[in-house]
């Protein structure tokens, strides 16, 4: 079983600049996860969708950061722009449904904003 | 909204030796609680989870974490460590009625020979 994919695994941009990040889930999970981790710090959860409807964007910076996910399989998170506290891992997981379910970790994408 | 403490962030032990890693969380509806690892140059991954039943859970690998309710506690133990147990391990708990995962700043185990 393929596991969930990120690309690019490393990202260095310049403050005020966008980017954008990629997901491909687990064939058949419908339920996706982004989530932000700051060096020290655990997963946050920036936003979570169900299918291709979102269910929790509470702790997403609106302003700044969008994320979709067409046709409810892959989904991309943009920042735009990019401040330096934006440099973090953004991790991408995937779970058959909510709740108790496990959720598959992306290896990550690493942002450096300088 | 829930949330996670997980009160070391480093613990460093012998090889052999007994570990408790700490976990408290605070909610005031039902919860689920869940251990994640993650291994050095690796994604996170499920390590073990209480969902209700036996408040005692096992992993495939030694490891062990009682949900107590009393004192909101998901405390993760093994009781001998291997060199190969060195890892980064968070604690997560999720509400029974929303959809919203919180972790724990997470707590960094190295085992020593």
């Known amino acids: 079983e393929a596991g969930v994919a990120q690309s690019p695994r490393y990202k260095i941009i310049e403050k005020r600049q966008s980017v954008a990040f990629w997901c491909n889930p687990i064939?058949?999970?419908?339920?996706l996860y982004w989530y932000q981790q700051i060096l020290g710090q655990g997963p946050k959860l920036l936003i979570q969708?169900?299918?291709?409807?979102?269910?929790?964007d509470s702790q997403l910076p609106k302003d700044r950061f969008s994320a979709e996910r067409l046709k409810g399989v892959d989904s991309t998170l943009k920042i735009q722009p990019a401040k330096l506290e934006d440099s973090a891992v953004y991790l991408c997981?995937?779970?058959?449904?909510?709740?108790?379910?496990?959720?598959?970790f992306g290896p990550g994408t690493r942002l450096t904003v300088t | 909204a829930q949330s996670v403490t997980q009160l070391d962030s480093q613990v460093p032990v012998f090889e052999e030796a007994p570990v408790e890693l700490r976990c408290n969380y605070s909610?005031?509806?039902?919860?689920?609680l869940f251990w994640y690892v993650q291994y050095p140059n690796q994604g996170l991954q499920l390590l073990l989870k209480y969902l209700s039943g036996s408040t005692l859970v096992e992993s495939i690998n030694g490891f062990e974490a009682e949900f107590n309710k009393s004192q909101t506690s998901f405390h993760l133990r093994k009781p001998s460590v291997h060199i190969s147990d060195t890892a980064e391990y968070f604690c997560?708990?999720?509400?029974?009625?929303?959809?919203?995962?919180?972790f724990g700043a997470g707590t960094r185990l190295t085992v020593k020979p």
């Open positions: 997560a708990v999720s509400e029974y009625n929303n959809n919203d995962m919180r």
């Open positions: 909610s005031s509806v039902s919860v689920y």
């Open positions: 064939s058949g999970h419908a339920t």
């Open positions: 969708f169900q299918n291709n409807g979102v269910v929790d």
């Open positions: 997981a995937s779970s058959l449904g909510p709740g108790p379910y496990e959720q598959y």
